[in-house]
């Protein structure tokens, strides 16, 4: 049977050179990146080369990240470590937007059980957060902003460099979890003004378990995890010398690669999208129509529910998600597509399509057979649909 992945926001394969890359570091260049002797120096700099590859990517100074064990981490370090010694200089007040990863929203509401104020700010049905919405909801306390640059499930691409401005305005830092897009789209630290950042090595076919959190030059962040004085005493525990270089390589690649990535994805994303609304009435689009990830394309469809799609899709070799990887699992309809406006009905009747360099036009029509019948059928054995 034909095997279709179209489920890369969930996570990557490991591309084959970052794989080689890797190999070494298991087992020749074992050492501690620690420790003294060679062995250990030898990781040292392996480390600190894989730090420049993926500074280069972000366009940040290698001096500006440390490595963690993912988006989830990365995150929890920026929010609750800038809060923690930043509240005393400008106050406990803490913005973020309610279509985030549970990786910031949770952390965020983990923060209030010590007296830090939150304000979740709505998006618009895109899943755009308006920059008016953020303008009213700053205050003199306000310390940090934390807005995505891209959402997981939706793929709308945030105004990030215009957020950050208004922020700026009144001194509240800002942090963005850029897990989708780096890699993806081109993000650049500079560019878009931020102060902190989360990125994570498997949504760009790197290694699981390797994040970074940038934090600029001159903001404060403190160490998460207590122990060690790895990571400039920023990041407790042996460093992941492989999962690093594997991240490494990762970067090199997907900078080497993104413009012929981009294109690529957008025109199988073009073909999917229309393909699907054309051939299935009662589906729309949920996300930004222009400003979304190149390779997602996420859909509603009135009358079947999201779950009883993916299995149906995995017995032709279909994979995919319905709303986020991490909360699939739970009958919950997905935070996001409620912020966005969508009725408890027709959230639970999504699917998100998300596509990778190795996807092909093939792919896309094979989807494209599939699919109609599948909404059709279910939608027949529903009441809801009949
Ligand atoms: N943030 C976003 C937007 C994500 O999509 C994910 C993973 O799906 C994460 C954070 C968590 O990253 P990790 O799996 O590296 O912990």
Redesign the pocket.
């Known amino acids: 049977m034909k095997s279709v992945y179209m489920d890369h926001?969930?996570t990557t394969p490991v591309d084959p050179d970052v794989f080689n890359a890797m190999i070494p570091y298991y087992t020749d260049i074992y050492g501690n990146a620690s420790s003294v002797h060679s062995q250990g120096q030898k990781a040292h700099r392996a480390v600190e080369q894989a730090r420049e590859q993926v500074a280069a990517l972000i366009g940040a100074s290698a001096g500006e990240l440390i490595f963690t064990a993912?988006?989830?981490?990365a995150?929890n370090q920026a929010i609750i470590t800038f809060m923690t010694q930043e509240h005393q200089k400008k106050g406990k007040h803490i913005i973020t937007s309610a279509i985030e990863?549970h990786?910031?929203l949770h952390t965020c509401e983990f923060l209030t059980k010590f007296g830090f104020e939150l304000t979740v700010l709505p998006v618009n049905s895109y899943g755009t957060v308006e920059p008016d919405t953020l303008r009213e909801a700053l205050r003199p306390d306000t310390a940090l902003v934390s807005i995505?640059h891209a959402?997981?499930e939706i793929g709308t691409i945030e105004d990030i460099k215009s957020l950050v401005d208004i922020s700026h305005e009144v001194g509240a830092a800002f942090h963005t979890?850029a897990?989708?897009t780096v890699g993806k789209i081109p993000v650049n630290v500079k560019e878009l003004g931020v102060d902190l950042l989360?990125a994570?090595?498997?949504?760009l076919y790197g290694p699981?378990g390797i994040?970074i959190l940038f934090a600029k030059k001159g903001i404060r962040i403190g160490s998460y995890l207590h122990g060690g004085a790895h990571e400039r005493n920023l990041r407790a525990g042996t460093v992941n010398v492989a999962g690093a270089v594997g991240f490494g390589k990762a970067a090199e690649l997907a900078g080497q690669r993104l413009p012929q990535n981009i294109a690529h994805l957008k025109e199988l994303s073009q073909r999917l999208t229309s393909g699907i609304l054309d051939s299935i009435p009662n589906s729309r689009l949920t996300g930004h129509p222009v400003n979304r990830l190149p390779g997602s394309v996420s859909v509603v469809f009135d009358y079947v529910e999201g779950e009883s799609i993916l299995l149906m899709l995995d017995s032709y070799g279909i994979m995919a998600s319905s709303g986020?990887?991490?909360t699939s699992g739970s009958l919950d309809p997905s935070h996001v597509l409620l912020a966005i406006g969508l009725p408890h009905e027709t959230a639970h009747g999504s699917l998100r399509l998300t596509m990778g360099k190795d996807n092909t036009e093939d792919d896309v029509d094979y989807v494209l057979e599939k699919l109609p019948p599948i909404i059709k059928n279910l939608r027949l054995m529903s009441p809801l649909g009949q």
């Not at 993912?70 to 981490?73: A, L, P, R, V, Y």
């Not at 994570?200 to 949504?203: A, L, Q, R, V």
Request: with cysteine.
């Open positions: 926001s969930a993912g988006g989830t981490e995150d990863h990786a910031v995505m959402n997981n979890d897990v989708q989360s994570s090595g498997h949504k699981k994040g986020s990887a991490c």
